[in-house]
Nanobody
C-alpha cells in the first residue's frame, strides 16, 4: 500500500506561480514512477508530468512552464508551476506507479495509487 498526500494548491492570478507537493508513504521508493494529472470540470483527467529514476515527461501544454522534481530522501514529488494560465485551473492529482517510459507514463491506467487531489484556480 502507498499513501499519497498532495498540498500546495490555491488561487493565483494569471502569470503567477504555485508549487504542489506530494508526500508518499508506505511501500515506495525512487524506483517507482510518480506523475501529476489534472481534471477540470466536465473534462477527462489528463496527464501533466511524470518522473522516473531516469527521466521526466511533460504534456505539451505545460512544457517550459512546469517542472517536476523529486526528493527521494523525503519520498516527495514536486510540481513547480510558473506562468500559470486560466486554462490550468483544475484539480491536480498525484499518482504512483511502476516504472514507466515514454508514452507509457502518460496513461493514468499505468498508475496504481492516487492522492485525494488539490484544487488549483488561476484567475484572469
Amino acid at each position: 500500500q502507498v499513501q499519497l498526500v498532495e498540498s500546495g494548491g490555491g488561487l493565483v492570478q494569471a502569470g503567477g506561480s504555485l508549487r504542489l507537493s506530494c508526500a508518499a508513504s508506505g511501500r515506495t521508493s525512487s524506483m517507482y514512477a510518480m506523475g501529476w494529472f489534472r481534471q477540470a470540470p466536465g473534462k477527462e483527467r489528463e496527464f501533466v508530468a511524470a518522473i522516473t529514476w531516469s527521466s521526466t515527461y511533460y504534456a505539451n501544454s505545460v512544457k517550459g512552464r512546469f517542472t517536476i522534481s523529486r526528493d527521494n530522501a523525503k519520498n516527495t514529488v514536486y510540481l513547480q508551476m510558473n506562468s500559470l494560465k486560466p486554462e490550468d485551473t483544475a484539480v491536480y492529482y498525484c499518482a504512483h506507479g511502476p516504472f514507466c517510459s515514454g508514452s507509457g507514463c502518460y496513461n493514468p491506467l499505468g498508475y496504481d495509487y492516487w492522492g485525494q487531489g488539490t484544487q488549483v484556480t488561476v484567475s484572469s
